[in-house]
């Protein structure tokens, strides 16, 4: 499997033109995995992109190695890239939040709902390509539209 398998499409760099980034040392709280390069920089990112990372033990979260290009948890068959430390989107916008946290939500569904296609829902919330503000409001709105229709019931 690819070091960046799980970078979920996250692909803005912060340090654009400046040599690759490496990861030396990392820890956790709740919400966010930190890291400290070579020169002492920290980075964090939400463990919202790495649901089995969000989800484990501190033992499982501990037994991690450094490879050439990222952090691999075997156990957990989960990477993390050292690149992705330097995403722009270390945090999900609010539309990628809802569906990163409400897995329960058919979003092929959704997408057809919204008149969207559904592969393009998905990498809007991947975030492999981003929806113009416009187009993100609409999918938020449409949230809050099913949220109060819910709340009926």
Do not use: C
């Amino acid at each position: 499997m690819p070091i960046l398998s799980l970078t979920v499409g996250r692909n803005t760099l912060k340090n654009k033109g400046r040599s690759p980034m490496k990861i030396t040392e990392i820890w956790f709280d709740a919400d966010y995995i930190y890291g400290k390069d070579e020169a002492g920089k920290e980075y964090k990112q939400s463990l919202l992109w790495y649901p089995k990372l969000r989800e484990a033990s501190d033992d499982e979260r501990s037994q991690y190695t450094f490879g050439m290009g990222g952090i691999h948890w075997r156990r957990l068959d989960e990477d993390i890239s050292f690149e992705s430390f330097g995403y722009d989107d270390a945090e999900p916008s609010a539309m990628q939040r809802f569906f990163l946290v409400h897995k329960e939500i058919n979003v092929a569904e959704f997408a057809r709902l919204i008149g969207l296609n559904p592969t393009l829902l998905r990498n809007y919330i991947n975030g492999f390509k981003k929806p113009s503000k416009e187009r993100e409001q609409e999918i938020i709105d449409f949230i809050h539209k099913l949220g109060k229709e819910m709340a009926v019931y």
